[in-house]
């Protein structure tokens, strides 16, 4: 059985990153672009797949590996539901609260949110309590470093500027979810009984 599932992880990662991969490609027609915002809606969700070049990729891709790995009680399902949600969440927060934002390209915002809503969802596990504390607790300084003192050498590394916006709007969005999960879940689970 753990096979299987370890299979379906790693098919899941792999159809996401070749996925991300061939958007890349044609990286234009899919970044987060103000001025097309209503009119190529495809671009709220596209956006967050496309990188401003390979390292950029290739670093998202890899911490979005880890994920299912670091968390192994979320199930793909979650994580599905998770991306469709949290995409255009957060390229309406983009164009609503962040007008200045032209342009955007990268999962690094979502992946924030990932992180965040899996920690939440891992409250529930009591052995698994101190290690979702710790995570919500890491990603909480590194968002008030970041929105303090600003990003640690990551573009220089990228090759462009790192939009820290997109990564406290995909933490707010994450918590917002799991939150909303979990309540929904409780209530379900007492109305049941």
């Not at 234009?28 to 967050?48: C, G, L, N, V």
């Not at 192994?72 to 255009?88: E, M």
């Not at 504390?133 to 470093?145: A, S």
């Amino acid at each position: 059985m753990k096979d299987i599932q370890f299979n379906k992880r790693m098919l899941f990662i792999a159809s996401c990153a070749c996925i991300s991969a061939c958007l890349q490609i044609f990286q234009s027609d899919f970044i987060y672009w103000r001025y097309t915002f209503f009119t190529e809606i495809w671009r709220w969700w596209t956006a967050h797949w496309v990188h401003v070049g390979w390292v950029h990729f290739a670093l998202n891709i890899i911490a979005f590996a880890c994920l299912p790995f670091i968390f192994p009680h979320i199930q793909n399902r979650f994580i599905i539901l998770l991306l469709l949600i949290l995409a255009p969440l957060s390229s309406l927060s983009f164009y609503y609260l962040y007008p200045s934002i032209e342009a955007y390209a990268g999962l690094s915002g979502i992946l924030h949110g990932l992180y965040v809503a899996a920690a939440f969802f891992y409250l529930k596990f009591r052995k698994e309590r101190n290690f979702a504390v710790l995570v919500l607790f890491l990603v909480v300084v590194k968002l008030i470093w970041e929105n303090t003192f600003g990003q640690i050498g990551t573009s220089q590394l990228i090759g462009s500027p790192v939009l820290v916006e997109a990564h406290l709007v995909g933490a707010f969005w994450g918590a917002i979810c799991a939150i909303a999960y979990l309540a929904y879940r409780q209530v379900f689970k007492e109305n049941n009984h």
